[in-house]
């Protein structure tokens, strides 16, 4: 069974501290995409990776995929409130049905002055 | 940019009634999906379709039904709403050809509420 693991699943951090949100996945897939969702809204697409060793940068925000350990990690840099949302990993479902994806349980990050 | 819009932000359904979620997608996606989401449970998939008049049970589909009559529309029918069903729902589509990524692009969510 495909499984997507996140950690941590609560981070709370201070602003102008980095940290970095780990999601490890069972299966042999190469396609990752990372979402955010504010509190009250849906999911919003951060970044697709495509492809083993692919870096993605937005703002303050860096993903990163390395299929060979079955790893993507999500860098925040300096953050700041806005950044405060949960934050989903999914990878495609290849043993499934075409299309599907697999999520993680979501990590909920809260940034505090 | 891809659209996907649902029908209503919120609602409020008495227990035993026929609720019908619409969710339309502009971009001509093959796939449909309808998740609902609970604080500390995650997104789970209730249904999902990959063509016209096509559907596949997802982790949770008791209590559900789905339509899809047309490639842009697709349906979650809750035959007889229980309190147990009050969520967000969350509607989704994206393509389907292996070769090509299969990000989803949300709905903005419908919270259900059964009274």
């Known amino acids: 069974e495909l499984k997507v693991e996140q950690n941590p699943l609560f981070l709370s951090m201070q602003e102008g501290k980095n940290y970095t949100i780990y999601c490890n996945y069972s299966?042999?897939?190469?396609?990752l995409y990372w979402y955010r969702q504010d509190p009250g809204k849906s999911l919003e697409s951060l970044f697709v990776?495509?492809?083993?060793?692919a870096v993605k940068q937005e703002g303050r925000l860096m993903a990163s995929l390395d299929t060979k350990a079955r790893l993507s990690t999500l860098h925040i840099t300096a953050a700041v409130h806005d950044l405060s949302a949960t934050y989903f990993c999914?990878?495609?479902?290849?043993?499934?049905?075409?299309?599907?994806?697999?999520f993680g349980k979501g990590t909920k990050l809260s940034v505090k002055p | 940019d891809v659209k996907v819009t649902q029908s209503s932000r919120y609602l409020v359904k008495r227990t035993g009634e026929k609720v019908f979620l619409e969710c339309v997608q502009d971009?001509?996606?093959?796939?449909m999906f309808w998740y609902r989401q609970d604080p500390g449970l995650g997104l789970r998939l209730i249904y999902f379709?990959?063509?016209?008049?096509?559907?596949e049970k997802g982790d949770i589909p008791e209590g559900y039904s789905v339509s899809r009559e047309k490639k842009e529309r697709f349906s979650l029918i809750l035959e007889s709403a229980s309190t147990n069903q009050t969520s967000m729902y969350l509607c989704?589509?994206?393509?389907?050809?292996?070769?090509?990524?299969?990000?989803?692009?949300f709905g903005p969510g419908t919270r259900l509420t059964v009274t």
């Open positions: 379709s990959y063509d016209v008049k096509m559907k």
């Open positions: 999914a990878v495609d479902d290849y043993g499934g049905s075409q299309g599907n994806l697999i």
């Open positions: 971009m001509d996606h093959e796939n």
């Open positions: 989704a589509s994206s393509l389907r050809p292996r070769g090509l990524p299969w990000e989803q692009y």
């Open positions: 299966t042999t897939s190469d396609r």
């Open positions: 990776l495509l492809s083993n060793g």
